[in-house]
Structure formats: structure tokens, C-alpha cells
């Protein structure tokens, strides 16, 4: 199975900063990537498909970007409601498989 | 509106078996495909199963063998019958619409819309 690592972990930032995540496939994977958000207690919410496709509704704030086996969550300014934890998913082959997730603190 | 709701979850012990229940309205679940994905109390994401509209069926090794994906078109329901639980199959299942398209050379598969989970606890 591909491994998807996410890094960091968990991480602190202010309202306002510019946050970038990244997630590492143990294989190239083309493009066939997504990144969602989760809330806790919530169910995840899909931001980005195919590497960089934002998916309707979501703040153009976020951004995707990578290809083969390193990608990219941006969020340009980050805003109060997108404290979450993140993770991303690779859809190249089965088993799908997701990063460990990414905690976005508030500093 | 797409909306996905969950059942079926709750408490079964070792060896045990549950059926769970994802009721779609808003679209039609035999035209899409639909995915199982599990979250054990306060750890990430794991994919456990999609059906292809088509039929086809894929699982996560984790469930192979003890886990069965199935759908009632006439009830516009997908399902998820769980075998010879153990107590790593502890976690909350989300059932979710996978849009998947091809486009360019390559396929991909957005999640794009979720229940809101239903928690399997497998103890004795």
C-alpha cells in the first residue's frame, strides 16, 4: 500500500499567516490527490481534488499544488473557522490510503 | 440537497457481527460510487471499502475477508456488513459519495459528501 506522511503533525498559527502542509507519497501517485478538513466531531469536508481542483464552495484561500510525490495544502490568510485538523488522500490505486493529519492550532 | 445518514452502530462484543446502514437521498447511490472510511477514537482517517456503480468491490486489507460492501438500489441505501469483529474495528464509520471522474489520462475519486458517522464499539 502507498504510505501518504504528512508533515508536521500538528502546528500554531495566528489569524492571518499563511500555513502550508505537506503530504509525501512512498510512490509517485500523478496528480490523484485530495485534501480535506476535519472539525472535531465533525465529518471531514473535501477542499482540494486532483492535486490543485478546489472543490465548490471552498474559500480561494486554499490552494493545492504538487504532482508525482510531494504536495501542497496552502491556506493564504488563515481565518478563525479554519482551525481543524487536515489530512490528505491518495486516490492513485487501492487501497486509498490517508496522511496521519496535520492539527492546525490556534498560537 | 445530498444528504447521507448513517446507522446500525453500537456496541457488539469480540467475534460478533453488525450491519450498518448509509440512507442517501438527493441523488442516486447505484449510479455512483460509494465508500466506507472509519476513524478509531482519537486517531486519522482509514478507507475500508468502495462499490463501483458498476458492482466491482475493493477493501482495505485491515477488513478483507471479514467486512461485505453491498447496496438496495430500491432503497437507495448502501451497507456495510461487518464480520468476526475485533476490538481494532473500534471507531466511528462515515459512508461517503466518491465522484469519481477521468479526465485527462488520469481518474480521481472526491469525496464530496459525508454522513455524520455512526460509532462501532467492539468490547466485551
Known amino acids: 500500500a502507498i504510505q501518504m506522511t504528512q508533515s508536521p503533525s500538528s502546528l500554531s498559527a495566528s489569524v492571518g499567516d499563511r500555513v502550508t502542509i505537506t503530504c509525501r507519497a512512498s510512490q509517485g501517485i500523478r496528480n490523484d490527490l485530495g485534501w480535506y478538513q476535519q472539525k472535531p466531531g465533525k465529518a471531514p469536508k473535501l477542499l482540494i481534488y486532483a492535486a490543485s481542483s478546489l472543490q465548490s464552495g471552498v474559500p480561494s484561500r486554499f490552494s493545492g499544488s504538487g504532482s508525482g510525490t510531494d504536495f501542497t495544502l496552502t491556506i493564504s490568510s488563515l481565518q478563525p473557522e479554519d482551525f481543524a485538523t487536515y489530512y490528505c488522500?491518495?486516490?492513485?490505486?487501492?487501497?486509498?490510503?490517508f496522511g496521519q493529519g496535520t492539527k492546525v492550532e490556534i498560537k | 440537497e445530498v444528504q447521507l445518514v448513517e446507522s446500525g452502530g453500537g456496541l457488539v462484543q469480540p467475534g460478533g457481527s453488525l450491519r450498518l446502514s448509509c440512507a442517501a437521498s438527493g441523488f442516486t447511490v447505484s449510479s455512483n460510487y460509494m465508500s466506507w472510511v472509519r476513524q478509531a477514537p482519537g486517531k486519522g482517517l482509514e478507507w475500508v471499502s468502495v462499490?463501483?456503480?458498476?458492482?466491482?468491490?475493493y477493501y482495505a486489507d485491515s477488513v478483507k475477508g471479514r467486512f461485505t460492501i453491498s447496496r438496495d438500489n430500491s432503497k437507495n441505501t448502501l451497507y456495510l456488513q461487518m464480520n468476526s469483529l475485533r476490538a481494532e474495528d473500534t471507531a466511528v464509520y462515515y459512508c461517503?459519495?466518491?465522484?469519481?471522474?477521468?479526465?485527462?489520462?488520469?481518474?480521481?475519486?472526491?469525496?464530496?459528501?459525508w454522513g455524520q458517522g455512526t460509532l462501532v464499539t467492539v468490547s466485551s
Open positions: 488522500l491518495q486516490d492513485y490505486n487501492y487501497p486509498l490510503t
Open positions: 461517503a459519495r466518491d465522484r469519481a471522474y477521468c479526465s485527462g489520462g488520469s481518474c480521481h475519486d472526491p469525496f464530496d459528501y
Open positions: 462499490i463501483y456503480s458498476g458492482g466491482s468491490t
